[in-house]
């Protein structure tokens, strides 16, 4: 079975950065995802369509299709009471925030100084060229639900994050 529109792929995978630091991985078929409904970058999701179980690959995806280039708009200073008064901030904590659109976004400190935190919105991997060793461990069909919700479910049923 080919990974095309509608099947669920189990992938492992690692992903290094352009100076082949890790990134990211996952091995041992945890990793599980719904294609063709963006539940992962576009650049991976385009580099295993017509992939099959046993198949291996690398593939290289630009900023634009993966996590986007970094914006400096995201960039902000904000005033130490906009945090909860009782934490110790701290670079490298993350906060959920409210964008000006209204949506809900994660926002890492990047630094405190004084009444002053600097906050960065951006993804962690905005701005980085992607590097993937993946390979592809099952295909299979999504059941009606999963299509329905446009993820997939775990093996004991439904499970939400
Ligand atoms: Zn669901």
Redesign the pocket.
């Known amino acids: 079975m080919e990974i095309s529109k509608d099947k669920v792929a189990t992938l492992n995978y690692v992903l290094k950065n352009d100076n082949g630091e890790v990134m990211d991985e996952s091995q041992d078929g945890q990793f599980t995802y719904l294609h063709g409904a963006s539940n992962i970058i576009p650049g991976l999701e385009s580099a295993l369509e017509g992939k099959k179980a046993g198949d291996s690959m690398s593939v290289s995806v630009a900023p634009a299709d993966g996590y986007g280039e970094r914006d400096l708009a995201q960039i902000q200073q904000v005033p130490r009471n906009m945090f909860p008064p009782d934490v110790d901030i701290e670079p490298g904590m993350q906060f959920q925030a409210q964008s000006p659109e209204g949506q809900m976004m994660v926002v890492m400190v990047t630094a405190v100084n004084g009444d002053t935190v600097s906050v960065d919105g951006n993804h962690p991997l905005a701005g980085e060229n992607l590097h993937f060793d993946v390979s592809v461990v099952d295909v299979r069909d999504a059941s009606p639900?999963?299509l329905e919700?446009g993820?997939v479910?775990g093996p004991d049923g439904?499970h939400?994050e």
């Open positions: 639900e999963e919700h993820h479910h439904h939400h």
